[in-house]
């Protein structure tokens, strides 16, 4: 187990939920970092004292420095600071939970510093793709899956390396809030009903991608690069129940799968105690009392998002920084009431279809590629 860790969006969601974890367990937290929520960051600093806090914006960081001055804890801002944080000497663990794509430069960073990652943004790995699984082989660290179908896959993979007789991946999706709407009854749905995931609580990025089921196409690409699996061997079916995390399917059709009760702190442990397990305080999980689990298949029509996921993993290239990048912009405008539900999925369409697909060579030809995505959108609001 690692026991000295750095933690990137600690105020948010996963954040959160690992600090827990990481207290349970007695480990030594040594950066910890927000966009803007000094307040929660402040807390957290003096629960954890932490060597470090970075704090993205520029201003508020200088706010945290004048509260947190009779403390041992450093402050620094944006992306110096989050690399900083990254690459910290005292940590040996990186559990990376920032939301989107700013991850990615802090991940490389990581890697290029010897250290683990454990890794809960999944754009990071949808944009940068090889950029992040090189950066990972050739220092020879590990990259730990914090999202939970990706820690299933990982679950089930032990004792059973991936190779030849590996035939597919399965992730399970929850199909979120609107599984089984027509496009027809999707046409005016609120920010509000989409926040309103059945099984979850998830920070508002990732609520709205499982709305609009954007997050189960990043995920597929998160599995391939995870996994080195090409896209047309992973497949998605609908769970409601959230009870089967992802299954693995070998040659001779034997399935396994990795199950428990919904709740982010089995994987966020897992990613952190790897190989080791140790108690946990989620509840056990009783299929007497679930009493059904039930199958459907998605729907990519209505769910659009979906299906450019598979295509952009297909095309390769710049392809999925570019989805990744189209909808984060558009995910925030919908969110700021600005866009319209089905305008998401088809703005990540045309963006996929008409910028240019390239090889990238540096992570300056994906944030490249990300900022035209962004600007694809921004154009037509
Ligand atoms: P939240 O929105 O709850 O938290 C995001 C964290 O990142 C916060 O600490 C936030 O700071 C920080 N942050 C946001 N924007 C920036 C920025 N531009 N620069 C630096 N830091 C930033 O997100 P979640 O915890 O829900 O998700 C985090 C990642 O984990 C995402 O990639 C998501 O897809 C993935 N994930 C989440 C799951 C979940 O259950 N929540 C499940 C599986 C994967 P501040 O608080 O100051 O805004
Ligand atoms: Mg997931």
């Known amino acids: 187990m690692k026991h000295h860790l ?50 993205f914006d520029e201003e508020k960081a200088s706010q945290l420095r004048l509260a947190v001055r009779d403390t041992a804890t450093k402050v620094l801002p944006g992306m110096d600071g989050l690399i900083e944080a990254a690459t910290l000497d005292s940590a040996d663990l990186v559990l990376n939970a920032v939301v989107g794509m700013v991850g990615l430069q802090p991940t490389i960073a990581a890697a290029q510093a010897k250290k683990d990652i454990a890794l809960a943004n999944k754009e990071t790995l949808v944009a940068g793709g090889d950029l992040v699984t090189r950066a990972v082989r050739s220092n020879g660290v590990r990259l730990l899956p914090v999202d939970s179908e990706h820690s299933a896959i990982f679950q089930c993979l032990q004792g059973n390396p991936p190779n030849k ?56 690409i998160e599995a391939a690069r995870l996994f080195d699996v090409s896209g047309e061997d992973i497949d998605v079916v609908v769970h409601r129940e959230s009870i089967i995390h992802s299954l693995i399917e070998y040659n001779d059709h034997s399935v396994m799968a990795q199950l428990g009760v919904p709740d982010m702190r089995i994987p966020i442990q897992y990613a952190i105690t790897y190989p080791e397990r140790y108690p946990s305080p989620v509840a056990e999980l009783s299929l007497a009392q679930i009493g059904r689990l039930t199958f459907f298949e998605p729907d990519y029509d209505t769910f659009q998002c979906l299906r450019v996921c598979k295509q952009a993993l297909a095309m390769g290239g710049v392809a999925t920084a570019i989805a990744n990048g189209a909808n984060e912009e558009a995910n925030m405008l919908f969110r700021k009431g600005r866009l319209r539900f089905l305008e998401i999925g088809e703005l990540v369409a045309g963006a996929v279809a008409s910028i240019p697909n390239q090889t990238p060579k540096t992570v300056e030809d994906v944030l490249t590629a990300d900022q035209m995505a962004r600007q694809y959108v921004t154009d037509r609001v």
Not at 9 to 27: N, P
Not at 199 to 216: L, R
């Open 6 to 55: 750095s933690v990137l969006g600690s105020t948010g969601s996963i954040g959160t939920q690992t600090l827990d974890v990481a207290e349970k367990l007695h480990l030594q937290v040594h950066a910890l970092t927000a966009h803007s929520n000094i307040a929660l960051l402040e807390q957290q600093i003096r629960r954890f004292k932490p060597e470090l806090a970075v704090v």
């Open 165 to 220: 007789a590996l035939k597919k991946l399965i992730l399970t999706a929850s199909g979120g809030p609107f599984f089984g709407k027509t496009t027809d009854e999707l046409k005016n749905v609120t920010v509000e009903q989409a926040l309103h995931h059945p099984n979850w609580s998830m920070g508002a990025k990732i609520t709205i991608d499982s709305a609009t089921m954007m997050n189960k196409g990043l995920e597929i």
